[in-house]
């Protein structure tokens, strides 16, 4: 069922792709002089139908664009595909008598430079394609009588039939500037060998294929070796930091939310409270509280509850536990806050009818209540076990990977991918293998949840309140 | 009857003690930041001498820590942040729930992969755009980074929009309002509890953020905002000396973080099951 409607989908995404190349010749072939020349000169279908503005723009955008590609863009294109050629280098300046530093070529900004060049060039392209369409249409409208819009008009529709492009505009832009440039520029650096030992200025990067994703799964044992344990560790840990945090919340939540019990609010206010600390003074609180020589293990030996410190965050297992442990006092607050108002919605005769076949309220919990809230709550749980996977904060503030081993290469034993991936960045600077790591984490996390996305009913019944 | 009121004292009491562990750590906070005698730590909880002057020092002694600075600063990137990011993800949840054009469905699929990028991994890309644009370490660049991703928070608001019946729309639609009339005077109006939690979110963001901060910033201390700041007096070096100017700096953020939530919270759970809560 799921497969038919994919490859339906394809299916017609290739007929509209085959249909509007055609429509795309069509227009030139069939069109007068005018339209004829506006595949050439962007926007001359529209000044010469005297919509002088629209045209106008047009024409600029490709005088831009020509102009910026002799003076750089073409520069950059050139330089792709070998990412630079001049290291930087010292030069004898014979008339001086001294050595001149010469200025080699940037690999990193002639990739950066590139894609972004790449990328003007599909916008401009794109914009190509709609000023075809407007010529077109105009020498219909003009051959059937009819009326061509005015600037006027346009602006008009742009609060009306067309209010979606100005309100995404900007949105779009900005998402395309900090978000898909960088993007596409970090999957490229995935497929170069930036690390430690090319590094620009001083040094030279270049292509090297899908090594590092060679290294990653098998060529370098070290790599390799590290890659899955942090992988089986970050999974182990989303799961755990996922459930234990709802379910304990929810059990939490119908504690308070019990008949009979008062000061509802106070205890709710007690747990909430938490939240409002900014989590990196709580996460570096703990840290410090949990320290061997910490505020934590003195009180327990004072005490005489232990003789020796417990390793809380030094010993690789403890730590482990330890990270769960506190990250439930850090989840569990926000799950008591969102499931609260849920639980009163349950309805109650569910309860008493149970109740009246004997069920405990263990089988209720199981049968009635977790069932309820799973299903209101699956995007909530979702975003919450992507977080996990990318759950920076709680891991890097609280333990900062460690402790340290050496059969990891850069981390510690309870670093999850992401705080590998930071440390591969910050502290080795080998952003090669730090991205390929990233693509990797992507693409895990993204099948996973545009599959369960898809399926929920949030998203299937996105109008059934319309 | 007499079961119940067992049940209840246990209750209590399980209630008073894990409640006991969530609150002791602000507690301990909070005496930290009290305390009198120097160092990182002491062999007991409660301090022998009990003074304000971590939170006078604070702001007092900029020299080697300017707090005050950056604690404007922090202010002055919130607030704008704040305001773009709010407009972006209403204008683009609006469009995304409201509006039907060509592109809905492929643009909202590839927001949501976008937004699945582990988030600083394209930060040394964006170090260099912004060097490309001359913007690099200043406020105006930790605003632009902070709301530039902001398109990708749509769905949140979007779950919220899609339970406002589209009749009233089509209704004023019919009485000859544009879609942006629509928008501005019937679809915001509505969205009170919305619009209050994309504010708060975003405003408490630049606060609360310490990664992205660190990598804009690197040196330049003068436009530190409070996270990375503080941060810095509980460096292996510093910690022994600012240990407890530490604490009564985070006190001193967390009080308007608190205020502010416990105005948001009812807000808060309306913005975070909007998307799910109609099965």
């Known amino acids: 069922?799921?497969?038919?409607?994919?490859?339906?989908?394809?299916?017609?995404?290739?007929?509209?792709?085959?249909?509007?190349?055609?429509?795309?010749?069509?227009?030139?072939?069939?069109?007068?002089?005018?339209?004829?020349?506006?595949?050439?000169?962007?926007?001359?279908?529209?000044?010469?139908?005297?919509?002088?503005?629209?045209?106008?723009?047009?024409?600029?955008?490709?005088?831009?664009?020509?102009?910026?590609?002799?003076?750089?863009?073409?520069?950059?294109?050139?330089?792709?595909?070998?990412l630079g050629v001049n290291t930087q280098g010292e030069v004898w300046d014979e008339a001086a008598q001294i050595?001149?530093?010469?200025?080699?070529?940037?690999?990193?900004?002639?990739?950066?430079?590139?894609?972004?060049?790449?990328?003007?060039?599909?916008?401009?392209?794109?914009?190509?394609?709609?000023?075809?369409?407007?010529?077109?249409?105009?020498?219909?409208?003009?051959?059937?009588?009819?009326?061509?819009?005015?600037?006027?008009?346009?602006?008009?529709?742009?609060?009306?039939?067309?209010?979606?492009?100005?309100?995404?505009?900007?949105?779009?832009?900005?998402?395309?500037?900090?978000?898909?440039?960088?993007?596409?520029?970090?999957?490229?650096?995935?497929?170069?060998?930036?690390?430690?030992?090319?590094?620009?200025?001083?040094?030279?990067?270049?292509?090297?294929?899908?090594?590092?994703?060679?290294?990653?799964?098998?060529?370098?044992?070290?790599?390799?070796?590290?890659?899955?344990?942090?992988?089986?560790?970050?999974?182990?840990?989303?799961?755990?930091?996922?459930?234990?945090n709802y379910i304990l919340g929810i059990l939490m939540a119908i504690i308070i939310e019990k008949k009979g019990i008062k000061f509802k609010k106070f205890w709710r206010t007690a747990f909430v409270l938490t939240i409002a600390v900014p989590q990196f003074v709580s996460l570096?609180?703990?840290?410090?509280?949990?320290?061997?020589?910490?505020?934590?293990?003195?009180?327990?030996?004072?005490?005489?509850?232990?003789?020796?410190?417990?390793?809380?965050?030094?010993?690789?297992?403890?730590?482990?536990?330890?990270?769960?442990?506190?990250?439930?006092?850090?989840?569990?607050?926000?799950?008591?806050?969102?499931?609260?108002?849920?639980?009163?919605?349950?309805?109650?005769?569910?309860?008493?009818?149970?109740?009246?076949?004997?069920?405990?309220?263990?089988?209720?919990?199981?049968?009635?209540?977790?069932?309820?809230?799973?299903?209101?709550?699956?995007?909530?749980?979702?975003?919450?076990?992507?977080?996990?996977?990318?759950?920076?904060?709680?891991?890097?503030?609280?333990?900062?990977?460690?402790?340290?081993?050496?059969?990891l290469y850069q981390a510690g034993e309870t670093d999850l991918l992401v705080t590998w991936l930071y440390k591969l960045t910050v502290n080795e600077q080998n952003y090669a293998l730090a991205s390929t790591i990233g693509i990797i984490i992507f693409v895990i996390v993204s099948t996973f949840s545009l599959i369960v996305y898809n399926k929920s009913s949030a998203v299937q019944s996105e109008d059934e309140f319309s | 009857m007499k079961k119940s009121t067992i049940l209840n004292a246990i209750t209590y009491l399980f209630l008073s003690i894990t409640s006991f562990i969530w609150v002791l750590p602000i507690v301990w906070l909070i005496m930290q930041s009290l305390r009198g005698e120097p160092g990182a730590f002491t062999s007991y909880v409660i301090p022998k001498i009990w003074t304000f002057d971590?939170?006078?020092?604070?702001?007092?002694?900029?020299?080697?820590?300017?707090?005050?600075?950056?604690?404007?600063?922090?202010?002055?990137?919130?607030?704008?942040?704040?305001?773009?990011?709010?407009?972006?993800?209403?204008?683009?949840?609006?469009?995304?729930s409201r509006l039907r054009f060509k592109m809905r469905k492929p643009l909202m699929n590839v927001i949501l992969v976008l937004g699945m990028f582990p988030g600083f991994m394209s930060m040394v890309a964006i170090y260099h755009i912004l060097k490309a644009f001359g913007l690099t370490q200043s406020l105006i660049s930790l605003i632009l980074v902070y709301s530039g991703g902001a398109a990708m928070g749509y769905y949140i608001a979007k779950g919220f929009f899609d339970t406002i019946p589209r009749?009233?729309?089509?209704?004023?639609?019919?009485?000859?309002?544009?879609?942006?009339?629509?928008?501005?005077?019937?679809?915001?109006?509505?969205?009170?509890?919305?619009?209050?939690?994309?504010?708060?979110?975003?405003f408490i963001a630049p606060w609360v953020d310490f990664i992205f901060v660190s990598v804009i910033m690197k040196d330049n201390y003068q436009n530190y905002t409070v996270a990375l700041g503080l941060y810095q007096m509980i460096t292996r070096e510093n910690i022994t000396a600012y240990f407890t100017q530490f604490c009564a700096g985070a006190v001193v953020i967390a009080i308007p973080i608190t205020i502010l939530f416990i105005i948001m919270q009812k807000y808060y759970v309306t913005g975070v099951t909007a998307g799910g809560a109609k099965g």
């Open chain 2, 167 to 202: 009749s009233i729309d089509e209704a004023a639609i019919i009485d000859g309002a544009t879609k942006n009339q629509v928008f501005w005077k019937i679809t915001l109006p509505m969205s009170k509890p919305i619009i209050v939690y994309t504010i708060l979110t975003s």
């Open chain 1, 99 to 244: 050595f001149r530093i010469s200025k080699g070529d940037n690999s990193m900004l002639l990739l950066l430079f590139g894609v972004s060049v790449i990328l003007l060039s599909v916008v401009v392209f794109v914009l190509y394609i709609i000023q075809t369409k407007i010529a077109v249409e105009n020498q219909k409208r003009i051959e059937e009588n009819k009326t061509i819009s005015k600037f006027k008009d346009d602006i008009r529709d742009l609060f009306d039939k067309n209010f979606h492009a100005t309100i995404l505009f900007f949105p779009i832009v900005l998402t395309i500037l900090f978000t898909v440039i960088p993007l596409i520029f970090m999957i490229l650096m995935a497929f170069t060998n930036f690390d430690k030992n090319h590094q620009p200025p001083g040094n030279l990067f270049t292509w090297v294929g899908v090594n590092n994703f060679k290294n990653v799964f098998g060529k370098n044992p070290l790599w390799s070796s590290t890659f899955l344990r942090l992988l089986v560790w970050t999974i182990i840990w989303a799961i755990f930091a996922t459930f234990l």
């Open chain 1, 284 to 407: 570096m609180l703990m840290s410090k509280l949990l320290h061997d020589q910490g505020t934590l293990n003195i009180l327990l030996q004072q005490f005489k509850i232990i003789d020796k410190f417990i390793p809380f965050l030094s010993d690789p297992f403890i730590a482990k536990v330890t990270v769960i442990v506190v990250n439930i006092w850090v989840g569990i607050p926000y799950t008591i806050l969102i499931t609260s108002g849920i639980l009163m919605n349950i309805p109650e005769d569910l309860y008493e009818a149970s109740k009246l076949d004997g069920a405990n309220s263990f089988q209720q919990f199981i049968y009635i209540t977790l069932p309820y809230m799973l299903h209101v709550t699956t995007p909530y749980l979702i975003t919450q076990f992507v977080g996990n996977i990318n759950n920076f904060n709680v891991i890097f503030l609280l333990s900062g990977g460690g402790p340290l081993s050496l059969n």
């Open chain 1, 1 to 82: 069922m799921e497969d038919k409607k994919f490859s339906l989908k394809i299916k017609e995404y290739l007929t509209l792709f085959k249909n509007s190349i055609k429509s795309f010749f069509e227009g030139f072939i069939k069109g007068d002089i005018i339209t004829k020349i506006s595949y050439f000169v962007m926007g001359f279908g529209s000044i010469a139908r005297k919509q002088y503005i629209k045209g106008f723009l047009f024409l600029l955008i490709q005088i831009f664009y020509i102009v910026y590609m002799m003076k750089n863009g073409l520069y950059y294109l050139s330089m792709l595909p070998t």
């Open chain 2, 54 to 96: 971590n939170y006078i020092k604070l702001f007092t002694e900029t020299k080697l820590f300017n707090f005050p600075r950056w604690f404007l600063n922090t202010l002055f990137v919130a607030v704008f942040t704040c305001i773009i990011s709010t407009i972006i993800v209403l204008l683009t949840s609006y469009a995304f």
